[in-house]
């Protein structure tokens, strides 16, 4: 059962691949014990269709997603950890979070910036998913919600 202020919104500039992937891995791994959110600073006009694609692999649909900015949550969600997955959205996004406990910084390199042939570029967004998947596991493994929940549960 969730309470106020539990969510999850994991932040990026365009939402439209780092994101997505992320708010899909903790939404598939973290059973539903928590609301997840996912926005962008500068929202993309899509999902990046390799994100679609590599997700699909592994058994997550984000064909219906859509990119959407960070106004749409901002005091108008309980939030209690931010999860910023790139650099450009750490220095853009609000240093402080209303009702947010905590603010991570997981940068990930871009996929969607990476250059090369289609078979490199899908090779690319697949690592990414992957370092990405990894570190939503080990988080949650760590204790992730549970220990941020009981760090800021009255004593």
């Not at 903790?26 to 996912?38: A, C, K, N």
């Not at 692999?57 to 005091?75: F, H, K, N, Q, S």
């Amino acid at each position: 059962m969730t309470e106020r202020g539990d969510g999850v919104l994991v932040l990026c500039t365009g939402n439209s691949a780092r994101s997505q992937m992320a708010e899909a891995f903790l939404r598939r791994h973290g059973g539903g014990r928590f609301p997840v959110y996912s926005a962008g600073t500068e929202p993309a006009a899509a999902i990046h269709p390799l994100t679609v694609e590599v997700m699909r692999e592994r058994g997550i649909d984000l064909a219906d997603r859509r990119p959407e900015p960070v106004d749409r949550y901002l005091g108008t969600v309980p939030v209690h950890t931010v999860i910023i997955v790139c650099d450009g959205a750490a220095t853009s996004c609000p240093a402080l979070w209303p009702g947010a406990q905590r603010r991570l910084l997981w940068p990930f390199e871009d996929p969607a910036a990476f250059a090369g042939s289609d078979e490199a570029r899908r090779a690319k967004f697949r690592a990414i998913r992957d370092a990405i998947e990894a570190r939503v596991v080990g988080w949650l493994e760590e204790g992730g919600m549970a220990v941020a929940a009981s760090a800021a549960a009255p004593a």
